[in-house]
């Protein structure tokens, strides 16, 4: 847990340079995952999301966010977009 933290607080600093990363937006989002933050993570992958509407990683993370939250039907939406993207390899893609 404490790896993740400390990813955390680096995301933070890169970030405040390079708003618009959204490998950054969305790395931060898998990290909250695993320490089951699932409200906080969504925010992040939607981040990525706004500068990159298309971008599977975003996409997928935030569906595994929202099911962490019982948000079954907008996780199936999110993953429904992935893999209309990335149809060989949406899960793959993250």
Not at 50 to 64: H, N, Q, R, S, T
């Amino acid at each position: 847990m404490k790896q993740y933290q400390e990813a955390i607080e680096k995301f933070k600093e890169v970030i405040k340079q390079q708003p618009e990363n959204i490998d950054i937006w969305c790395s931060w989002g898998v990290a909250l995952v695993e320490l089951e933050q699932y409200q906080e993570a969504v925010e992040k992958f939607e981040k990525a999301l706004e500068v990159k509407p298309d971008f599977v990683p975003a996409l997928y993370g935030c569906g595994l966010a929202l099911l962490g939250l019982g948000r079954k039907e907008e996780a199936s939406e999110k993953f429904k977009r992935a893999k209309e993207i990335a149809p060989d390899n949406a899960a793959d893609s993250i």
